[in-house]
């Protein structure tokens, strides 16, 4: 049985994917740092401590690691570049440095923002072109992967969304919750994404992990939509108030972090190798209960 090591197990795609490859002959272990979580062999650590990483990582010998764990939000990154840049970046180097020393295997989970959004539909061989601290501190971080690990796959993805553990991590859910709440949220009817469903997310890890895939690939759900879009439906799907959702643009918004308006991505690279096809939106939608 491989031995799997989920770094941000607390988080979104980490949780599900502990569950998932729990359940399907892999003997998974995690590391949290802040938030504890109910899943067996998960630990306690601050990745940008590299002798406490080394000592558990020493200790579990893992055959994969997928690294997930990340300072995510874009406007905290903002704030405290340097700790965004210790955690995404540096924190990254110590676990493809330890992959390449025991020839592991490494799955690595990147973002859309590595993109400014100029021009929308991104390949794999696209130029990077960062716009904030977020995305520049896991375009550092995917460099040094390029740079060091001999068998990696760097998973670029979209916004992903759908029913999570603690029920405020997915793009979703943040939009319900607010609805739900009779607040008022503004999104941009010209900002776009491949919002990509989470069940699509972690069973492509998962054919990753018995495949041992390597390269650079870009991972969006089948539907371009802008967040409005987004949105709308989903109040429209859960019968909540839409008139809550204002309409906004990113024409002429300055606030920091700087957005990327068209990060679609183009995942076909990806989709010839899964076997499955990825959810659409309104699928999805039917199949998960209101939170
Ligand atoms: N969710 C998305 O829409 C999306 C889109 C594109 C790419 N990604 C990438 O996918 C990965 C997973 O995202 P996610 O949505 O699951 O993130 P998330 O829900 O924000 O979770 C982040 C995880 O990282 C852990 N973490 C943060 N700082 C840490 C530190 N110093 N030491 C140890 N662990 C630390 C957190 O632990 P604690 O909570 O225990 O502190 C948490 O488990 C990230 O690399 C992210 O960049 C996500």
Redesign the pocket.
Request: charged share 15%; no cysteine; net charge positive.
């Given at each position: 049985m491989k031995k799997v090591l989920i770094?941000?197990?607390?988080?979104?795609?980490?949780?599900k994917l502990h569950q998932l490859l729990s359940e399907n002959d892999f003997e998974t272990s995690g590391?949290?740092?802040?938030?504890?979580?109910n899943l067996k062999n998960t630990f306690?650590?601050?990745?940008?401590k590299r002798s406490d990483v080394m000592k558990l990582l020493n200790n579990i010998s893992p055959d994969i690691i997928i690294?997930?764990?990340?300072?995510?939000?874009t406007t905290y990154c903002e704030k405290s570049p340097e700790e965004a840049w210790?955690?995404?970046t540096l924190?990254t180097k110590y676990f493809t440095e330890y992959a390449k020393e025991k020839n592991l295997y490494l799955i690595?989970?990147?973002?859309?923002?590595v993109f400014d959004g100029l021009k929308g539909k991104y390949d794999e061989e696209d130029k990077t072109n960062p716009v904030n601290v977020?995305g520049q501190t896991?375009k550092e971080a995917e460099d040094l992967i390029f740079q060091i690990s001999p068998r990696f796959a760097i998973l670029?993805?979209?916004?992903?969304?759908g029913k999570?553990w603690c029920k405020t991590?997915?793009?979703d859910e943040k939009i319900i919750n607010y609805l739900s709440e009779g607040k008022k949220i503004k999104l941009f009817v010209d900002e776009y994404r491949n919002f990509?469903y989470i069940e699509d997310m972690v069973r492509t890890i998962r054919y990753f992990c018995e495949n041992e895939i390597e390269g650079l690939f870009h991972i969006g759900g089948p539907d371009k939509m802008s967040r409005y879009e987004f949105g709308k439906k989903i109040a429209e799907h859960f019968k909540l108030d839409l008139s809550l959702i204002e309409p906004a643009s990113i024409k002429g918004y300055s606030s920091k972090p700087k957005r990327a308006p068209d990060g679609s991505l183009n995942s076909k690279k990806l989709r010839k190798i899964v076997p499955f096809e990825f959810t659409k939106f309104d699928d999805a939608l039917k199949a998960y209960e209101r939170i």
């Open positions: 770094t941000g197990v607390s988080g979104f795609v980490g949780y590391f949290y740092n802040r938030t504890k979580v306690s650590v601050d990745i940008k690294h997930a764990a990340a300072i995510t939000s210790l955690t995404n924190a690595f989970i990147s973002t859309d923002l977020y896991k670029r993805s979209s916004l992903i969304y999570s991590k997915g793009a990509l």
